[in-house]
């Protein structure tokens, strides 16, 4: 059905006194601010209604209840005097009862009420109705005092995170009033409905799972950036936090995904009831299960400098480092800073759309003519070590191997993206331990549990740590399970490069 007006704002009196004389309270902002993003997004103007006259003693109002079966729409801004107020909780439950009796509460797995916490409230306090829906937090909390301070566009400390959320709170209403308009037919034939109507064909779910709260800033950022790119990302609203409940409708939402993207920071996360697990471990969990079922492709993220705060969740950390089956199944883990496990992701989404088919084996790539193809191995070193590894290339190239350096001129992303090109397309990969560090080494060999989700469907030939000169303890005891090691400190170890190149 066709709506009258788009949204109604749900708020406590109190919330939209001003603390400075002569300027519009918070709800008034907040009212204006997105009245004016919803515009740009939609390409039309939304209605947006409440009652600018609401006291916190006023007598509950029939007039108003009765037209929510003509807003598409509630938000309710959550606040201590919000659900403190009988008015407020019976706003909520009155339109939600309206809502059953038109389109109903939840449309394609998404409420119509959005949460916006302008002041941290128990779920306890919330009507019963919109408990697990998940919530818009305008609000943060200072690292050093622990005090929560409330986003607003009037200060500047706090005005970055205002926009951000406000932001991400009409992408998320624009998307669902178009999905509501979509339900009754033809969009009109407008520029924004026609953009709408494209950006559908190409959604796809990705399943971004809740993370613990030092993560939060991070999943925020990685949702919108995901949104920005037209995907829909669930879940939408707030997971149960009951168990065997919670892995019910992960499971179930699973099932419609394309990609399941996980976040582990330095906290264990929210333990549900029924469980000693945390919500972090069990959505893992279910997704493995789905992956070994269904080869949901996977991405897990953990910090470089990850620090776990307790034993549970260092145990579940050292499960996912050393490649347990029930954690890790379908999975790449990427170990790095955000930004590094956002390219992986934008990589593995391209992967996933632009398949190739299978070609048809030619006659230069049938029987015996593999000594027709060009053999590509990329060979990893420090800036320092450039003139080191001639006798290591020369025998590669001697041996009919083409060899790729990493560049080292240009900015930062020119070099990433060739690195990363190299990775995807190359036969195989090693790494010349000469004059790099300890921690140079273990960052290019993260790139080996990175490299499918760069996009790479082949699996690579062989990876090859080389240990070069100059002779140190930490190379003298240097081992792995993650790639061949080859000592090279004296000199070039022809036979057993030779049986390294015999892999590809």
């Given at each position: 059905?066709?709506?009258e007006?788009?949204?109604f704002?749900?708020?406590?009196?109190?919330?939209?006194?001003?603390m400075?004389?002569d300027?519009?309270?918070?709800?008034?902002?907040?009212?204006?601010?997105l009245?004016?993003?919803l515009?740009?997004?939609l390409?039309?103007?939304?209605?947006?209604?409440?009652?600018p006259?609401?006291?916190?003693?006023?007598?509950f109002?029939?007039?108003i209840?009765?037209?929510?079966s003509?807003?598409?729409?509630?938000?309710?801004?959550?606040?201590?005097?919000y659900?403190k107020s009988d008015w407020c909780?019976?706003?909520?439950n009155?339109?939600?009862?309206?809502?059953?009796q038109?389109?109903?509460?939840?449309?394609?797995?998404?409420a119509?009420?959005f949460?916006v916490i302008?002041?941290?409230?128990?779920?306890d306090?919330?009507a019963e109705c919109?408990r697990?829906i998940?919530?818009?937090e305008?609000y943060g909390?200072?690292?050093?005092?622990?005090?929560i301070?409330?986003?607003?566009?009037?200060?500047?400390?706090?005005?970055?995170g205002?926009?951000e959320?406000?932001?991400?709170l009409?992408?998320d209403?624009?998307?669902?009033?178009?999905?509501?308009k979509?339900l009754?037919?033809?969009?009109k034939?407008?520029?924004?409905?026609?953009?709408?109507?494209?950006?559908?064909?190409?959604v796809?779910?990705?399943?971004?799972?809740?993370?613990?709260?030092?993560?939060r800033?991070?999943r925020?950022?990685?949702?919108?950036?995901?949104?920005?790119?037209?995907y829909?990302m669930?879940?939408?609203?707030?997971l149960?936090?009951?168990?065997?409940?919670?892995k019910?409708?992960?499971?179930?939402?699973?099932?419609?995904t394309?990609l399941?993207?996980h976040l582990?920071?330095?906290n264990y996360?929210?333990?549900?009831?029924?469980?000693?697990?945390s919500i972090v471990e069990?959505?893992?969990e279910?997704?493995?299960?789905?992956?070994i079922?269904?080869k949901?492709?996977?991405?897990i993220?953990l910090?470089?400098?990850?620090?776990p705060?307790?034993?549970?969740?260092?145990?579940?950390?050292?499960?996912?480092?050393?490649?347990?089956?029930?954690q890790?199944?379908?999975a790449?883990i990427?170990?790095?800073s955000i930004?590094?496990?956002?390219?992986?992701?934008?990589?593995k989404?391209?992967?996933?759309?632009?398949?190739?088919?299978?070609?048809?084996v030619s006659?230069?790539?049938?029987?015996?003519?593999?000594?027709?193809?060009?053999?590509m191995?990329y060979?990893?070193?420090?800036l320092q070590?450039l003139?080191?590894?001639v006798?290591?290339e020369?025998?590669?190239?001697?041996?009919?191997i083409?060899?790729?350096?990493p560049?080292f001129?240009g900015?930062?992303?020119?070099?990433r993206e060739d690195h990363i090109?190299n990775l995807?397309?190359?036969s195989g990969?090693?790494?010349?331990?000469?004059?790099g560090?300890?921690v140079?080494?273990?960052t290019?060999?993260?790139?080996f549990?990175?490299?499918?989700?760069?996009?790479?469907i082949?699996?690579?030939?062989?990876?090859?740590v080389?240990?070069?000169?100059?002779a140190?303890?930490?190379?003298?005891?240097?081992?792995?399970?993650e790639?061949?090691?080859?000592n090279?400190?004296?000199?070039?170890?022809i036979?057993?490069?030779?049986?390294?190149l015999?892999?590809?």
């Open positions: 059905m066709l709506f007006k788009d949204i704002i749900s708020y406590a009196h109190i919330d939209d006194e001003s400075i004389e300027r519009k309270g918070w709800i008034s902002e907040f009212h204006r601010a009245e004016i993003r515009g740009q997004l390409g039309s103007r939304p209605v947006i209604w409440r009652d006259a609401l006291q916190g003693n006023h007598i109002d029939k007039e209840v009765d037209q929510f003509r807003v598409a729409l509630m938000i309710s801004i959550m606040s201590p005097r659900t909780i019976r706003e909520v009155e339109f939600y009862q309206a809502c059953q038109n389109a109903g509460f939840i449309v394609n797995n998404k119509r009420v949460k302008k002041t941290p409230v128990t779920l306090a919330q919109i697990n998940l919530g818009y305008f909390t200072d690292p050093h005092t622990g005090r301070k409330e986003y607003s566009p009037l200060f500047s400390h706090t005005e970055k205002y926009w959320k406000l932001d991400d009409a992408n209403i624009a998307s669902f009033l178009e999905e509501l979509s009754n037919g033809p969009a034939s407008t520029k924004g409905a026609t953009d709408a109507k494209e950006s559908a064909k190409k796809k779910n990705i399943y971004l799972s809740e993370s613990s709260y030092d993560t800033d991070a925020d950022s990685l949702k919108r950036e995901l949104q920005d790119h037209g829909n669930l879940p939408f609203g707030q149960p936090l009951v168990a065997p409940v919670l019910d409708d992960v499971a179930a939402m699973l099932r419609d394309q399941s993207i582990i920071g330095n996360g929210i333990i549900p009831e029924g469980t000693e697990k069990l959505q893992n279910v997704a493995a299960a789905e992956s079922n269904s949901l492709p996977r991405l993220w910090p470089d400098n990850i620090d705060v307790d034993e549970r969740h260092k145990r579940f950390v050292q499960l996912l480092e050393s490649g347990n089956l029930q890790i199944a379908g790449d990427v170990k790095g930004e590094d496990f956002k390219s992986v992701i934008h990589d989404l391209k992967a996933m759309e632009h398949v190739p088919a299978t070609p048809p006659p230069a790539m049938s029987g015996n003519s593999d000594e027709h193809r060009t053999r191995v060979l990893i070193c420090d070590d003139d080191s590894i006798p290591l020369d025998h590669l190239f001697g041996s009919g083409e060899v790729v350096l560049i001129d900015d930062e992303t020119q070099i090109e995807k397309n190359c990969v090693i790494i010349y331990y000469g004059y560090s300890e140079w080494l273990r290019k060999m993260r790139d549990m990175k490299i499918s989700g760069y996009g790479r082949a699996p690579l030939g062989f990876k090859c080389y240990v070069a000169s100059p140190t303890p930490a190379k003298q005891r240097f081992r792995t399970l790639a061949d090691v080859i090279g400190v004296d000199q070039v170890p036979t057993e490069l030779n049986n390294l015999s892999k590809i």
